[in-house]
């Protein structure tokens, strides 16, 4: 569905991790299976409560309430931002 992108925050900063730190190949696969197993579920889920804007709503709620206290305000309106521009992107590759 997508690449990982690696969200350098202040927590990460506060632990004195290098600039240069990055995910490994194991790690990628592991958050990529993270990610395809939530989206497939949340599909499931819309399918069976025929309901697919409630559950949207209930996710990226829950998903920007948790990444706000795990990384702070712009980094989860950062991370926000950022699916709206490739869902945007993705819109007008559909209408080439």
Same mark, same amino acid.
């Given at each position: 569905m997508g690449?990982?992108?690696?969200?350098?925050? !202040?927590? *990460? *900063? !506060?632990?004195?991790?290098? /600039? =240069?730190?990055?995910?490994t190949?194991? /790690?990628i696969?592991r958050? +990529?299976?993270?990610r #395809?197993?939530?989206?497939a579920?949340?599909?499931?889920? !819309?399918g069976? $409560?025929? /309901?697919?804007? *409630?559950? *949207?709503?209930?996710s %990226?709620r829950f998903?920007?309430? $948790?990444?706000?206290?795990l990384h702070g305000?712009? %980094?989860?309106?950062?991370?926000? =931002? $950022? @699916?709206i +521009?490739? !869902?945007?992107?993705?819109?007008d590759? #559909?209408? @080439?």
């Amino acid at each position: 569905m997508g690449e990982v992108i690696y969200l350098e925050t !202040a927590v *990460a *900063a !506060a632990r004195h991790l290098p /600039d =240069d730190s990055t995910l490994t190949a194991t /790690d990628i696969k592991r958050l +990529e299976s993270i990610r #395809d197993n939530v989206e497939a579920l949340l599909n499931m889920v !819309a399918g069976v $409560r025929r /309901d697919p804007e *409630a559950v *949207a709503y209930a996710s %990226a709620r829950f998903g920007l309430m $948790r990444m706000y206290h795990l990384h702070g305000r712009a %980094a989860a309106m950062g991370f926000a =931002d $950022r @699916c709206i +521009e490739t !869902a945007e992107m993705a819109q007008d590759l #559909d209408h @080439c």
